[in-house]
């Protein structure tokens, strides 16, 4: 089987030739990824290449075409090396301030301040112009090219309501709101929702057939930060209508959720994605994956198992024996892809790191055979 192949089989419920194994977010096959670029990258990502099975990471954008509406300005400057930027949108009620900040070695956006700090803000950010406009599939149709029918499969990231609600308040403040004013952020979901709807319909109008769509921000409302019936209200409520929808238009719903899932594994279920990911283990998360295959069985694909923190800091043999024991656990009966639960995100890449990527990769072709 070719790796196309192989993942499709993983998705179907079949069994493939092996367990197919994913770098996650290092993406072998986009030359324009700031990974190939990166000259201390450049070994690992030629292994993954070889060896691999790509998800290949891009987005289909659907522009807000009335984003010029909003009276919006930009500040930028430097406090030592951090890049700084404040964003302030004005609205009739309110002034909505962001402050972010990134440094040149790490690959990552770091938020400082939020734009809605109370409920009156809420409003006022739910109010600002929106209208979608037709979706952009550049990157999306690049990747298949890419990916040349045998590499691998497309993965389009999509953010479900609570993701975007979450991360424009600062998350304790969140949490808070979310246990004292449930009836507030309960209707400011519902808004949000028929804006996702409308989008995710523009995008499965694309060149979706085979594409997984990952579904972002479930991990905002599992234990310990939210209780399982605001799971219920502010997750399963919203993304089951969202896998079905991705589910019809021929294309694989995964539902991606960090952290302690033990306590809502039944509302996955009753969700039905095809996938799940990153399948964190104790003590991070709750449920270990022969805890998953026995709650979902072989109806949802697991893809994960083996914490990021283990390839940046254990040495080769713990990581050796860690694939094995997840690859043990979790290629019964088909439907799982090991692979780690994020990726580095630090320049330049450590050699530790490095090392122990190529020994999971080698151990997982060495004991993925069915």
Known sequence: MNSTERLLACLRGEIPDRVPVSTYELVGWNADAWENKHRSYRRLMDVIREKTDCLYMCGVSVPNVRAQEQLVTHDHWDEGDQHVTRTIARTPT????????????VMTTWKREHPVKDLEDLAAYLDLPWEPGQPDFKDLNKAWRDLDGTRGLPLVSIGDPIC??????EFGNFTVHAVTETKALSAALDRLHERRVE????????????????????????PPYLRPDLFRLFVTKYDTEYIRMIQAAGAFARLHCHGKIGRVVDQIA????????????????D???????????????LMGGLELKHL???????VADLVRKTMAAGSPGGRFVIMPTAAPINL????????????FIETALATGGY
């Open 270 to 285: 009753e969700m039905a994605p095809d996938a799940l990911d990153p399948l964190e283990p104790p003590p991070d998360g």
């Open 164 to 169: 975007e609600l979450a991360e424009a308040f």
């Open 199 to 222: 989008e995710l319909r523009r995008i499965l109008t694309g060149p979706v057939r085979n594409v997984v769509f990952r579904i972002c921000g479930p991990e905002y409302a599992t």
């Open 312 to 318: 940046e800091a254990e040495d080769a043999g713990f």
């Open 348 to 359: 330049p890449l450590a050699r530790r790191t490095q090392r122990n990527y190529s020994r």
């Open 94 to 105: 309110r002034v909505l301030t962001t402050v972010t900040s990134h440094a040149a070695d």
């Open 287 to 301: 449920i270990d994956i022969a805890g998953l295959k026995k709650a979902l069985g072989t109806r949802v694909c």
